[in-house]
């Protein structure tokens, strides 16, 4: 859900990888214990902004390799 996405994107336990010069995909649990992919791009227009592109919800193996790279249990 569009909720899930900004728990995500507002946690201090998530973790981001570039995937180009403007976008990067976040990874992270929300509270409701969905683990998800976060596709972003910068935003040319507000410096600092990003836009949503895409969001899907993480496979269990996909989201024990995320939860390993967090340090753990999350």
Do not use: K
Request: proline share 1%; net charge neutral.
């Amino acid at each position: 859900s569009p909720a899930d996405v900004w728990e995500v994107l507002g946690s201090d336990r998530r973790l981001s990888r570039q995937v180009g010069a403007a976008r990067a995909v976040v990874y992270g649990r929300a509270r409701e214990g969905r683990w998800l992919a976060i596709l972003v791009q910068e935003d040319s227009r507000c410096d600092g902004s990003w836009v949503v592109l895409a969001a899907r919800e993480l496979t269990a193996e996909e989201a024990l390799q995320v939860r390993w790279l967090l340090g753990g249990a999350v």
